[in-house]
C-alpha cells in the first residue's frame, strides 16, 4: 500500500453534519461562511458556475454512490472538499438550509452518505 491509500478511509456521515468548503475553486467565498450563504450563492449562480438543476437531472432518480465526496476533518468539522454540488442539492433536498423560490426536482437522497476522508493534501490534489 502507499501513503496516500493509507491516509484514506470510508466513513458514513450525516449530510446535515458535514460542511461546506467555503475556498472552493469553483466559487470562492468567504472563509467564514455558513452553509446557508454557500448555497445561497449557488441557487443565484449568476455565473452559471454551480449548475445545481443540470446536476439534478444527471443524477436520475437517486442518488449514486459511486462518486463519494472528498472529506477533511478541520476541528472536528467534516469539510466537503470535493462533492460539494451533491451535498448542496441533499441540503435542499432534507430541509436543512432555507431556499426561496428555487424549486428543481432534485432526486432521492440518503440522510447519511460514504465519503472519502483523507488528509489536505490528498483532498487538494484531488479537487485542483
Known amino acids: 500500500m502507499n501513503e496516500a491509500s493509507m491516509s484514506q478511509k470510508i466513513e458514513n456521515i450525516s449530510i446535515e453534519k458535514l460542511v461546506?468548503?467555503?475556498?472552493?475553486?469553483?466559487?470562492?467565498?468567504?472563509?467564514?461562511?455558513?452553509?446557508?450563504?454557500?448555497?445561497?450563492?449557488?441557487?443565484?449562480d449568476n455565473e452559471s458556475k454551480w449548475q445545481l438543476e443540470k446536476l439534478a437531472k444527471e443524477m436520475g432518480e437517486y442518488y449514486d454512490y459511486s462518486e463519494l465526496p472528498t472529506v477533511v476533518y478541520h476541528d472536528k468539522k467534516p469539510v466537503v472538499y470535493?462533492?460539494?454540488?451533491?451535498?448542496?442539492?441533499?441540503?435542499?433536498?432534507h430541509n436543512l438550509v432555507s431556499v426561496k423560490d428555487f424549486n428543481i426536482n432534485i432526486p432521492e437522497f440518503p440522510r447519511s452518505i460514504?465519503?472519502?476522508?483523507?488528509?489536505?493534501?490528498?483532498?487538494l490534489k484531488k479537487c485542483l
Open 20 to 44: 461546506l468548503w467555503t475556498e472552493n475553486p469553483r466559487d470562492p467565498i468567504d472563509p467564514t461562511a455558513t452553509d446557508q450563504e454557500v448555497i445561497n450563492r449557488a441557487i443565484t
Open 114 to 123: 460514504p465519503c472519502n476522508v483523507c488528509s489536505k493534501d490528498i483532498a
Open 82 to 93: 470535493d462533492g460539494n454540488r451533491r451535498i448542496v442539492l441533499g441540503k435542499i433536498k
